[in-house]
């Protein structure tokens, strides 16, 4: 995704002035070479221009599909939001992010012929049912089916998914497949994480900043720290120093107080992917081992217990109650989803921005945007010829989501246009090129809350991990092994 949604806002302020451009250059051309003059007579060598390929374009042939009737099998999870209504609309509403995936699902319908549309499937308990039932029967009841991860997890682990990597008109060098190939295991991937939807960007952790306290407490927002590649877990902890302010003048710490930082245990998976802290890691060969850094983790763990000692920082259990902190003005950062913003903050007197979750240290080579999603997934039941249609279909629509959706997605979540904020503007996108999903998380393994399980257990790293090491290296195995056998 890297540079793609600058490019595509840059493209889009400049089309007006090189639509007007072309037109005066073709004036000119005409003025003077007329027809029957000598230059507009002389034979000239044509050459083909060099051209890069589009990196938005599916590069698909515009298939006819004869009006085939293309069923997303979908659920309702904690926000009451089906999991097909982040892939598709069926109507425009007024909303801009419903009207932008209108306009995605009616281009990809008009060009192939198709129609798209969502089944409702019911809660979490209900879906896993009904799938499993439906693939295990022979149904030919949906295309794909997208769910909670831990849900589709399940579901995966009875072998009732379609290899995703088989499907030849997926292009996973595309930007729209985002972080899917975390979920890659020695060539096969059984669920997506994609830009299909724009769940996984939506529950994207990063940090939210209030502007207004910056000000009054003469600190600089750290854009310029992060353009540097220089934002680090360390600066981070140091702009929460000296930043607590008893506004209810009681004496004691309390929510309605004024701090440096807050966030929810919920986040602290998300933070080891961004800290780069996880034990698993993929080898060049595409093969997964793990390997523990207790140096590493005991680092990060002393820093943020340290941390939570002092009157700049807090934690809660609850992720709505860290982000209702922040909107009652009172939280100089908040460590969260960028949903917040979107579901939130957009009602917030004072100006926000965003910050990506910082690194280990200097060292560490790129930003780390850690994610949960609602994957999704391809019955193993599906034909060869539903195999192409799911192909065409889903490379389309990812495609179009990924070129219309986010831009608008990003602009909403900002409250105002991009352009007004371009500081921000970037950090999204820094944000949104560093987007990954916990390879632990995703796959029910060990180690995949570990930050919280230490600080908030305090429990020591080294025994931690040797006390988990035998369970979480034969839970590995056995992933791996399913991987094999799923075919």
């Not at 192939?112 to 549309?117: A, E, H, Q, V």
């Not at 780069?276 to 820093?303: A, C, L, Q, W």
């Not at 080579?365 to 065409?392: E, F, M, N, V």
């Not at 490379?395 to 921000?424: C, H, Q």
Request: with cysteine.
């Amino acid at each position: 995704m890297k540079k793609l949604f600058s490019l595509f806002l840059a493209v889009m302020m400049l089309l007006p002035a090189l639509m007007s451009c072309g037109e005066s250059k073709e004036n000119t051309d005409a003025a003077e070479n007329p027809a029957g003059s000598e230059a507009g007579t002389n034979p000239t060598v044509q050459t083909e221009p060099e051209t890069e390929e589009d990196p938005l374009s599916d590069g698909l042939p515009d298939t006819d599909l004869a009006g085939y009737d293309f069923r997303i099998y979908s659920m309702l999870w904690t926000d009451g939001v089906e999991t097909a209504a982040r892939m598709i609309s069926d109507e425009f509403t007024g909303d801009a992010i419903n009207d932008a995936l209108r306009e995605s699902t009616l281009s990809v319908e008009d060009r192939f012929n198709c129609s798209i549309r969502m089944i409702e499937g019911g809660d979490v308990w209900h879906i896993a049912a009904n799938v499993t039932n439906s693939i295990q029967a022979g149904d030919d009841a949906f295309e794909i089916v997208g769910g909670h991860d831990g849900t589709m997890t399940n579901l995966m682990n009875q072998g009732l998914f379609y290899n995703i990597r088989k499907v030849p008109q997926f292009n996973f060098d595309k930007a729209w497949w985002g972080p899917s190939k975390v979920l890659e295991i020695n060539g096969k991937m059984y669920l997506a994480s994609s830009y299909l939807s724009y769940t996984g960007l939506h529950w994207t952790r990063a940090l939210m900043t209030n502007k207004r306290i910056f000000d009054d407490l003469g600190l600089e927002i750290p854009y310029e720290t992060v353009r540097e590649e220089a934002w680090t877990l360390d600066k981070m902890i140091a702009l929460t120093e000296n930043t607590y302010v008893d506004l209810n003048g009681n004496g004691r710490k309390d929510i309605k107080d004024q701090i440096g930082l807050c966030t929810g245990v919920e986040t602290l998976y998300c933070l080891q992917e961004s800290l780069d802290i996880s034990p698993y890691h993929r080898n060049n060969d595409g093969t997964i081992t793990m390997d523990f850094d207790i140096e590493r983790m005991d680092t990060v763990v002393n820093k943020l217990r340290a941390l939570n000692k002092t009157d700049g920082f807090t934690y809660k259990s609850d992720s709505a109650f860290t982000s209702e902190i922040f909107k009652t003005d009172v939280s100089m950062m908040v460590l969260g989803q960028i949903a917040d913003a979107y579901e939130v903050y957009r009602d917030c007197e004072f100006p926000y921005g965003f910050l990506p979750c910082p690194k280990y240290d200097e060292n560490q080579k790129d930003y780390i945007s850690g994610c949960t999603d609602l994957p999704w997934a391809i019955p193993k039941t599906a034909t060869d010829a539903q195999i192409d249609i799911i192909g065409t279909v889903v490379e389309a629509l990812s495609a179009k989501n990924y070129a219309g959706v986010l831009p608008v997605y990003f602009e909403t979540v900002m409250k105002a246009r991009i352009a007004d904020s371009p500081d921000d503007a970037e950090m999204l996108q820094i944000i949104a090129d560093g987007r990954t999903i916990s390879f632990a998380m995703q796959y029910g393994l060990e180690y995949y809350n570990t930050l919280k399980e230490l600080i908030v257990g305090n429990k020591e790293v080294a025994s931690y991990y040797q006390g988990k090491a035998e369970a979480a290296q034969n839970k590995l195995d056995t992933l791996i092994e399913s991987f094999d056998e799923w075919q």
